[in-house]
């Protein structure tokens, strides 16, 4: 069964918050501060009252799968690094909300001045693939690395969607940052540094394997065979020493928990109801879904390529819920439908409601600082290396973004 998209459906049901807290997770913590009811009617004048009193001093950003409720606040649209780019680009704003998860809000922080304040309105909008790799797994696993006799010829890189921790362990170990824009040019980089494509250097790609399998293979042409997971939970990530030294890329054991539920018989479910339909995914997919795609792109790719069709085409899109029922709204000529309909919005993503965006707002016009992301200074130092490196690759101009 799919799901196609005509008119404004009803406002999704409010998540429930999280309760508990654990230092290594980006997830599960509670609001400390006094939150309005969800039925509060009047939570949009209330916001745009606060927003009007703080004036050119606040700066709200909204990613791409943001709540509709939420995202008609943002003074700018994107991707996590179009966003902090964006808050870079505005040093006079004393405050930059951040309406994404938890390591798009570090990122505005090391991007951003110390006179900026990161505020992130709900402290409990993480991010599950960023979850997957903590630092204390990929110390362990480096050293594993080392035992193995191979991590001298390893080059980390890291997908944006990690924690500064981990963007730091990649500014220390002469490795670098990636987009699911320029993830393919960052692996050539990395592959350079090691002897490149055609030598026995490797790269641990951290923490989404989809991306980093589906680069990999379809735009490096490296095989299946050259690829390995590892399983922080298992020795050697669940590899002989053999098998490690024998692969060109390791890609840790970690996925999105909405783009990994896709699965090819929603692309050929799609293909059979509709003719002519159009398959576009996010690269963050897995690789049967992928490689059964017409099209593979970023979150701004999906967008423009929507935006460029013929009046009349047919898509078939495999990204988050909020985004696509924002594109099939913004383009009624096309017919736009959603790959899966078991597939939702991002849950953690989603944990950033009016409610908490009314707090947050509130307590800046009452003159306190509510959750506000700090990246302590060395790991901001260290991920700055493996973000600048980035940044010096061709792909990370913003035009191919
Ligand atoms: S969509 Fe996936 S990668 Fe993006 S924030 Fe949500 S869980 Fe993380």
Redesign the pocket.
């Known amino acids: 069964m799919t799901t196609t998209f005509t008119e404004p459906g009803p406002s999704p049901a409010l998540l429930l918050l999280g309760t508990r807290r654990d230092p290594l997770s980006e997830r599960g913590v509670d609001c400390p501060g006094a939150l309005p009811a969800a039925s509060d009617p009047d939570l949009v004048a209330r916001a745009l009252a606060a927003k009007e009193a703080l004036g050119e001093r606040v700066f709200i950003l909204g990613h791409h799968?943001q709540r509709d409720e939420v995202i008609q606040f943002a003074d700018v649209t994107g991707d996590s690094f179009k966003l902090a780019r964006d808050a870079a680009a505005r040093p006079e704003a004393e405050f930059i909300v951040f309406c994404g998860?938890h390591f798009m809000a570090e990122s505005a922080d090391i991007l951003t001045s110390d006179d900026q304040a990161v505020i992130l309105p709900d402290m409990a909008a993480g991010?599950?693939?960023?979850d997957m790799a903590n630092i204390n797994q990929v110390e362990d696993a480096w050293e594993q690395l080392a035992e193995a006799g191979i991590a001298h010829q390893t080059i980390p890189i890291t997908y944006m969607?990690s924690t500064a921790a981990i963007k730091a362990f990649c500014g220390r170990h002469d490795g670098a940052v990636c987009t699911s824009s320029n993830a393919e040019v960052a692996l050539r980089w990395a592959f350079d540094q090691v002897g490149g494509l055609d030598g026995t250097g490797k790269v641990l790609f951290l923490p989404d394997q989809h991306l980093g399998r589906n680069t990999a293979v379809r735009q490096l042409g490296l095989s299946l065979e050259d690829c390995v997971v590892f399983d922080p939970r298992k020795p050697l990530g669940g590899n002989t020493a053999q098998e490690l030294q024998r692969a060109r890329i390791i890609l840790w054991k970690g996925h999105?928990?909405?783009?990994g539920r896709f699965r090819q018989e929603n692309v050929e479910a799609l293909r059979a109801t509709v003719e002519g339909i159009n398959i576009l995914v996010h690269p963050?997919c897995t690789y049967d879904v992928v490689s059964h795609a017409d099209y593979v792109g970023s979150t701004e790719y999906i967008i423009k390529t929507v935006a460029a069709s013929e009046p009349g085409s047919a898509w078939g899109i495999g990204t988050?819920l909020n985004l696509v029922k924002r594109l099939a709204l913004a383009h009624p000529d096309k017919s736009i439908h959603y790959l899966d309909d078991t597939v939702c919005f991002?849950s953690?993503?989603n944990r950033i409601d009016l409610p908490h965006l009314v707090w947050a707002l509130e307590s800046l016009v009452a003159g306190e600082v509510p959750n506000r992301i700090v990246v302590d200074p060395q790991t901001q130092a260290e991920a700055k290396i493996a973000l600048d490196r980035m940044l010096a690759l061709p792909a990370a101009n913003p035009a191919k973004d």
Not at 256 to 259: A, D, P
């Open positions: 799968y998860v991010c599950s693939m960023a969607n999105c928990s909405v783009h963050e988050e991002c953690t993503m």
